[in-house]
């Protein structure tokens, strides 16, 4: 079964022939919008799209198909392998993981207690998000996230839909299998809402490297110290860090020596550190680097570099990020390896 026939499955029969028969090539497609009484979309290529009955893109909802209740319950059948009730865990958390790794979002009627939500019924809203990995994508970063041969702590910042996560999982699967003439590590990954690693059944269905373990769908303030206890990681990786309790396992984690790995949401350092626990993990100097990814041209583009001190390693707007660490290699930063050149297609000269 290929990628599409394997993604096409979960929906309700009439939906799936319209996704089948539509023009567009399953590389291209992000997401798949089904809301009841409301026009199928879909999201291709950055852009949105009206689905209309024969598998025909339109440009007005009213000739577009509209998704039926129905057809959404229908489709939650086939996503719950006709068992919506073995979900709950996940449906209490607004989203399922499906096999290929591709992360279905839910919304609707909500049903709570005084312990939090219980379940949502009905499910009306759906949200279909497929997986795309970048294999290297962080090929021109990871020269800089080594210090003497040492992987260094690392924060990547971008604001929401710029690329973090999809960095981090490259910059994993690189530190995990090693990367030039830097041998591997091993790398402990705790995917509290399984967006890195997507994990169908307990594996991940994204490449994270060979020497990555993964603890999936656990709390980060519990899954670090048990990833630490458990499978000695030399590397440790969360998404999505911020919180108090988050800078409490942190520091735990830190204590112990283990190098880590971290997304944050911000587009600056200065939007950073308006979050308290962030700009006291910033005063204490936790992490060696911060990444600031933007999506200019591109999701995932790299607009700075800077280490501990809040010093600029990398500039976009003051060159190429392949000459300026060739430049950084001459001026003591650390050992940066000119076959990554080679790998990321540049012939710079190193001058």
Not at 80 to 88: C, D, G, K, L, M
Not at 208 to 227: E, F, N, P, S
Not at 310 to 326: I, K
Request: net charge neutral; charged share 25%.
């Amino acid at each position: 079964m290929d990628r599409k026939e394997q993604l096409m499955k979960i929906f309700s029969v009439h939906i799936r022939k319209i996704l089948t028969a539509l023009p567009v090539h399953i590389g291209g497609l992000q997401e798949i919008r089904l809301r009841a009484g409301r026009p199928l979309m879909i999201l291709y290529d950055n852009k949105e799209y009206l689905a209309g009955p024969e598998g025909n893109i339109v440009t007005e909802s009213s000739a577009a198909y509209h998704v039926s209740a129905q057809e959404i319950q229908e489709t939650m059948t086939y996503l719950s392998h006709y068992s919506i009730y073995a979900y709950e865990e996940e449906i209490r958390q607004g989203f399922l993981t499906i096999q290929g790794g591709h992360r279905v979002g839910i919304a609707g009627k909500v049903l709570s207690d005084g312990n939090g939500i219980r379940s949502i019924r009905p499910i009306t809203f759906l949200n279909v998000r497929l997986a795309h990995e970048v294999r290297g994508c962080a090929d021109e970063l990871m020269p800089w996230l080594y210090e003497e041969g040492r992987p260094c702590s690392t924060l990547i910042l971008s604001p929401p839909g710029c690329g973090k996560t999809t960095m981090l999982r490259d910059v994993i699967r690189q530190f995990s299998n090693g990367c030039g003439q830097e041998a591997g590590r091993r790398v402990g990954v705790v995917d509290e809402r399984s967006e890195i690693a997507a994990c169908y059944r307990g594996i991940p269905q994204n490449d994270m490297g060979i020497r990555t373990d993964v603890l999936d769908g656990c709390a980060k303030h519990m899954g670090m110290q048990m990833m630490l206890r458990s499978m000695t990681p030399e590397i440790l990786a969360v998404d999505e860090i911020g919180s108090r309790t988050d800078k409490e396992a942190i520091d735990a984690v830190m204590n112990c020596g283990c190098c880590l790995l971290a997304t944050a949401h911000g587009a600056s350092m200065e939007k950073m550190q308006m979050r308290p626990a962030l700009r006291q993990m910033a005063e204490e100097k936790i992490f060696e680097r911060y990444v600031i990814l933007s999506r200019k041209n591109t999701v995932g583009k790299v607009e700075a570099i800077l280490n501990a001190d809040m010093d600029f390693l990398y500039q976009n707007h003051r060159g190429d990020l392949c000459h300026d660490r060739m430049r950084r290699s001459r001026t003591g930063y650390g050992r940066l390896l000119e076959e990554a050149l080679c790998t990321a297609g540049t012939d710079a000269a190193v001058t």
